[in-house]
């Protein structure tokens, strides 16, 4: 059994921060991808960001210099760092991740939702 807990989510004011933390535990062996999205109220779940085992990363446009992913490969952890924070950031994040387990099958898990709020 693999599990996604997320943390860090909250209320914030515009212009604030927060920072998302996402640890993957059980039965793993590796963990490749691993990554953020988000679902606004009525609008389709979308990719925020990635980042490989190797430490390659990918951001949506509109996060790009105001979001940051790293990870700590050690502790199986995703990080979503999220700087100048908007209205339009409000959703729910999601932590996703490709795992592979004990027997080596690469499954994709994804994280029960953790809410960002961003008061105008």
């Known amino acids: 059994q693999v599990q996604l807990v997320e943390s860090g989510g909250g209320l914030v004011q515009a212009g604030g921060s927060l920072r998302l933390s996402c640890a993957a535990s059980?039965?793993?062996?590796?963990?490749?991808?691993m990554g953020w999205y988000r679902q606004g109220t009525g609008k389709q779940r979308e990719l925020v960001a990635a980042?490989?085992?190797?430490?390659?990363?990918n951001y949506a446009d509109s996060v790009k210099g105001r979001f940051t992913i790293s990870r700590d490969n050690a502790k199986n952890t995703v990080y979503l760092q999220m700087n100048s924070l908007k209205p339009e950031d409000t959703a729910v994040y999601y932590c996703?991740?490709?795992?592979?387990?004990?027997?080596?099958?690469?499954?994709?898990?994804w994280g029960q939702g953790t809410q960002v709020t961003v008061s105008s």
């Open positions: 996703n991740a490709d795992i592979y387990d004990l027997v080596l099958k690469r499954t994709n898990y």
């Open positions: 059980g039965t793993i062996t590796s963990v490749v991808r």
């Open positions: 980042i490989t085992s190797g430490g390659s990363t």
